[in-house]
């Protein structure tokens, strides 16, 4: 059982290296910091995988490991305050886009904001694993997710006048 649990956990990493290096850097803006946290954060879950109770969800346990793991590499650094509305988070290759508008109001959103909406819509996470990995309450995520959408709906109406 616990051979296919570490089976399954190097199948997830080799197949999402990409998306957790550009989730990694989203809140490092350092490569060598983000390959850091990256290496420290599978080291992290393959100490605690016998704690990974349902397979299902190795996807948002990781990504709680390693965001925590990048914000407390953040605060060691004492680099938490790099981290604001004009920093711009980062999106794996698969999420590209080729609405330049749409990119450009995400990136307008504040942090809080637009890391939920990149959690839920382009790192296509359910509501409930997206406020395990932020540590928020779920109604946090959903009112900050109305608002984001709310403004980017705004600003994308604006654009298009």
Known sequence: ?????????????RTQQNSL????????????????VVQDSIQKGWL????LTNRDQMKSWFYTILV?????LLRKQKR??????DSLLLLSEEDS???????????R?????????????????????VAHILTIPLSTVKSRLYRALKLLKI???????
């Open 1 to 13: 059982m616990i051979e296919e649990l570490e089976n399954a956990f190097i199948t997830f990493i």
């Open 21 to 36: 290096y550009l989730l990694a850097y989203s809140y490092t803006k350092n490569e060598q910091d983000a390959l850091d």
């Open 48 to 51: 605690a995988l016998e704690k």
């Open 68 to 72: 925590r793991t990048a914000i407390d």
């Open 80 to 85: 938490v305050e790099l981290i604001g509305d």
């Open 97 to 107: 886009y080729l609405n330049l508008d749409l990119q450009q109001a995400l990136h």
């Open 109 to 129: 959103l504040p942090l809080q904001l637009r890391e939920v909406v990149v959690l839920r819509y382009f790192e296509d996470l359910k509501i409930e694993d």
């Open 155 to 161: 600003e994308l109406e604006t654009e298009e006048n």
